[in-house]
């Protein structure tokens, strides 16, 4: 990890190397006025009814004393923007589709499909839907963030200077907007759709596809049977093209973890409830932790800057985190254009006009302009990657249905009123209106009372479940509604006294609605239920189940592999490695060697299994399904097979023998040929990457923070790893946010994030909840009685 001072070094040498040369010294001096003030007083706010208090603490983390909600509103707007200003701005420029604007032509490409998608326009729309009292309050932020810009002094942070850009006030859709890109990640089924198409395309079965996305519960599984007169009009260069060019930030990152237990089952007589969502990591973190109080009002937990509403926490009665759902609430639509006017498209009905719009791009005085158009479906996302000749030569165009892009989205009334129901009721009340994306919303009250809820719309379709691209233009795949709330899987007052969710399946009230075809594996869950069955139901205790590493993949997969490698002396590396997993019981932990084995085994047998019918398809298909895996190896398919020779001279285990060797190579030419040496936290370090730093050649590797870790794609503590092929377990992937409710006493709640409230590498508080992070040593957000920096807003 960086430590503060070899980041501050390292910025200063960027400076010199941007061209400042012996005035580098004074332009690091100069950039340290990027830090925002933290003590004093700054006056005249006219938004503000009384002074309020931005406290830190040691670490940096803020407590807001205000005289009203909106007050408290207001001064937590100006503590994001102290702290996280170029991280809200990117945020919005996304959202906006506005990065062309800062990094030219390269981002062009991403621009023209978030206009596309309308993300900032459908933020506006969702401000405008919202309650007086939550627009209050959008606005008291709004107005804090604007404050902030109008009152700082000194230079911007050193993103600003490097990108050449001034921030623009915010507006209430710059806040809203995180929600949709949000909900577009959690809900990334379209990415998916490609691929199983360009699979098809491949020449692959729709039985082999069936098996790559095979479910780990068979009971209600049904085989997909694609519409080929959708696919067989889509050519395979084209939908190449056209999943190259998604943006990396609506790419699914999909996972986590929560549990509940009710008084019954905790020491204290309360309930206790754990949760750690599961995102990509990054550098500031997503996750900024801070105590907000006013008179009858209290919000304590994980805020994300730029938004004004605490997404995961208590109010001092209800505390919640969530876990996704998988739900499947996107479908691509291939739409055949009129033969005899390419610029409209068939529908049941007949032939009908697309609705358009004309977006401009600013490339630094030269204006681009793109037309959006849209379907009965959705936005046309082929669009934004092909002009308009293009398409009408093809003959078709694809359109994206989601839940994500209602215009009657109330999600963020939702948070709002979850953030204020004082009881179970309340939190099923405000769910009633939380729509995209669907999420397992796990709840406990001071009353002793546990919940989970599947909120979130879930569309009904009138035939198919949208794991192919379907037909727009009969009619037979269409959208016919919204399932009702009281049909979504909803779990309250549990007679079992435990709820547990970590992406593994959830059942509809109504058990006939679909949902999604793939959960994922159960592997998390079921430790998790064992470990409450008979371990340590303490707030500590929960704290170290969030940490645990032991791998049930591991242990379903060793018995399969470990038959084909010979019974060794011990002497010489493959001796030495099938010794080391012969004996180990499964555990991930960092100071070991046999995850590293398993990890590099795992991922070349992956390769050797399904490279030859995949082909390049192998870098979209990069994640090694447990269920797939374990019936392949079953015998229930013929991957095992090779390919270029008919199927006649490669079997199951040829592939597994081959797939070692290949591990030990790997491994040996990585790490050296000495296995003692070996740990997997030596090469599974979660990789905390900033957007702009980190792309600096020479200096950018100084300023990603890397910290060993344990844990896999199957463990409870998540360790997903993706990589380069000199570097391929990097941690990409888990838990920045870890939170602990103990409902006897909710100022005794744990909370830890990663790196720290500061997103400036300058700042001496940007790292200084890390190292509490990677033990998992939460702390208490209470009201310092201390404080170290006290910050007074006045009218």
């Not at 690091?28 to 406290?55: C, H, K, M, N, V």
């Not at 993103?159 to 859709?173: K, M, R, S, V």
């Not at 793939?518 to 371990?535: E, K, M, S, V």
Request: glycine residues 10%.
């Amino acid at each position: 990890m960086a430590s503060r001072l070899t980041r501050r070094l390292v910025i200063g040498a960027i400076v010199v190397f941007l061209g400042l040369n012996f005035l580098g010294a004074l332009g690091l001096y100069w950039l340290q006025g990027s830090l925002p003030r933290t003590d004093g007083e700054i006056a005249g706010f006219s938004e503000l009814s009384a002074p309020a208090l931005i406290e830190r603490d040691e670490a940096g983390t803020v407590t807001i004393r205000a005289a009203t909600p909106e007050d408290a509103s207001f001064a937590l707007g100006y503590a994001h923007a102290q702290d996280r200003l170029w991280q809200m701005e990117l945020m919005r420029r996304i959202g906006a589709g506005r990065l062309s604007e800062v990094i030219g032509d390269g981002g062009l490409a991403y621009d023209k499909l978030l206009r596309t998608l309308g993300m900032h326009r459908l933020a506006a729309g969702s401000y405008d839907r919202l309650s007086p009292a939550a627009k209050g309050h959008v606005d008291s932020y709004v107005a804090g963030v604007n404050g902030y810009l109008e009152s700082r002094s000194g230079p911007l942070p050193p993103e600003f200077l490097l990108a050449g850009i001034d921030p623009e006030p915010w507006t209430p859709a710059d806040s809203l907007v995180w929600g949709r890109l949000m909900s577009l990640q959690l809900a990334g089924n379209w990415f998916s759709e490609i691929t199983r198409a360009r699979m098809l395309k491949a020449g692959l079965t729709a039985e082999q596809i069936d098996l790559l996305y095979a479910p780990f519960d068979t009971s209600r599984h049904v085989p997909a049977t694609p519409d080929l007169s959708a696919i067989d009009r889509l050519e395979a260069d084209r939908l190449g093209a056209l999943a190259t060019s998604l943006p990396e930030v609506l790419r699914p990152r999909r996972a986590s973890n929560a549990w509940a237990v009710t008084g019954l089952f905790s020491p204290s007589g309360k309930p206790i409830l754990a949760g750690d969502p599961h995102l990509g990591f990054q550098s500031p973190n997503l996750w900024w932790l801070a105590r907000v109080e006013a008179p009858g009002y209290l919000r304590v937990g994980a805020f994300v800057p730029g938004v004004p509403f605490l997404v995961i926490g208590h109010n001092g009665s209800l505390a919640w985190t969530f876990t996704t759902t998988h739900s499947d609430t996107q479908d691509l639509f291939v739409e055949r254009l009129d033969p005899a006017d390419p610029a409209r498209y068939l529908t049941p009905d007949g032939s009908a006009p697309f609705e358009t719009r004309i977006e401009r791009f600013d490339l630094g005085g030269e204006t681009v302009e793109h037309v959006v158009r849209a379907t009965r479906h959705g936005p046309v996302v082929s669009d934004a990657m092909e002009d308009a000749a293009a398409a009408a030569a093809q003959g078709t165009v694809l359109a994206l249905a989601s839940s994500s892009l209602a215009p009657d989205d109330d999600t963020a009334q939702a948070l709002f009123d979850l953030a204020g129901a004082v009881d179970a009721d309340g939190a099923t009340a405000a769910l009633r209106l939380f729509h995209s994306p669907q999420q397992n919303i796990m709840f406990a009250d001071g009353t002793g009372r546990i919940g989970l809820i599947s909120a979130g719309r879930v569309p009904l379709r009138a035939s198919g479940d949208g794991f192919y691209p379907s037909p727009g233009w009969t009619g037979t795949h269409d959208w016919t509604g919204w399932a009702p709330f009281n049909a979504l899987p909803r779990e309250v007052d549990p007679p079992g006294n435990v709820l547990v969710n970590a992406n593994n399946r959830v059942i509809g009230a109504d058990p006939s609605l679909f949902i999604a075809r793939h959960f994922d594996a159960p592997y998390r869950a079921r430790r998790i239920t064992d470990l409450l069955a008979t371990g340590d139901r303490t707030p500590a205790g929960m704290a170290a189940l969030q940490m645990d590493t032991h791998s049930l993949f591991a242990r379903d997969m060793l018995p399969l592999l470990l038959p084909h490698l010979p019974h060794g002396d011990g002497r010489g590396l493959e001796s030495s490695a099938t010794s080391l997993l012969r004996n180990w019981d499964g555990d991930m932990a960092a100071d070991r060697a046999e995850p590293l084995i398993f990890a590099a085994w795992i991922r070349a047998l992956h390769h050797r299994l399904f490279a030859d019918e995949l082909g390049d398809l192998i870098g979209e298909y990069n994640r090694a399904r447990a269920a797939t895996l374990l019936r392949v190896l079953h015998g229930e398919h013929g991957f095992c097979a090779d390919v270029a020779t008919g199927g006649a001279t490669k079997s199951c285990a040829d592939a597994i023998t081959g797939a070692y060797a290949d591990a030990l190579s790997l491994l040996a030419r990585l790490h050296g040929p000495d296995i003692d040496a070996w740990s997997w936290g030596t090469a599974h370090r979660a990789w905390f990457r900033h957007q702009i730093w980190t792309r600096i050649p020479l200096v950018g590797p100084a300023l990603t923070t890397r910290t060993p870790t344990g844990g896999g794609d199957y463990t409870v503590s998540r360790g997903t790893f993706s990589g380069p092929d000199d570097d391929p377990f990097r941690h990409s992937h888990g838990a920045g946010l870890r939170v602990v409710y103990d409902l006897a006493d909710l100022d005794n709640s744990r909370f830890v994030a990663a790196l720290g409230p500061a997103g400036n590498l300058l700042s001496p508080v940007s790292l200084t909840w890390h190292a509490a992070w990677a033990r998992n040593e939460g702390m208490r957000l209470t009201a310092p009685v201390a404080p170290s920096h006290t910050l007074t807003l006045s009218p």
